[in-house]
């Protein structure tokens, strides 16, 4: 597949998942099998993407970016719903990092039994991908 199609599969995919997660989201708190089946698509596509761009250094980058990214998302999100009133201030950063990187795994929720399992379960999918992304960098960086 052409780098073009895949990055616009990838963007096809997010936009698609993001509007079933969010819309059902919003309406309603019971999360159903399309929220669920669009969380393991996007995830299942993730995959395939940064595995066949495994050996392109722009790729692995980007993916160690977006895999912190996530990482955070999941964190901040933690410590504000934890924190109570002392982690008020984060509340702006986790809002702007769970809308981007944590509402496409909304679907989570069916099998998770709340919010923080979700967000906790968003940051190890994060610190998995990093810790690939960041072995890939170094393997990528030593062929070239």
Partial sequence: MKNKWMWLLMAAVYAAVFAANLGHFWWSWDVGALQI?????????CV??????RK??????WA???SALTVAAGVLSL???SGGPEASFLMLPALLLAGVFV????GLLGLLSDFDLCYAATAALGVVWL?????????VASET
Avoid: Q
Wanted: proline share 2%; net charge positive; hydrophobic share 50%.
């Fill in 37 to 45: 089946l669009s969380s393991v698509l996007y995830l299942s596509v």
């Fill in 48 to 53: 395939l993407l940064f595995y066949r761009k």
């Fill in 56 to 61: 392109n250094v722009s790729c692995v980058r």
């Fill in 64 to 66: 160690v970016r977006l």
């Fill in 79 to 81: 410590l504000v719903r």
């Fill in 103 to 106: 509402t496409p795994l909304y």
């Fill in 131 to 139: 810790l690939w992304a960041l072995y890939l960098k170094r393997g």
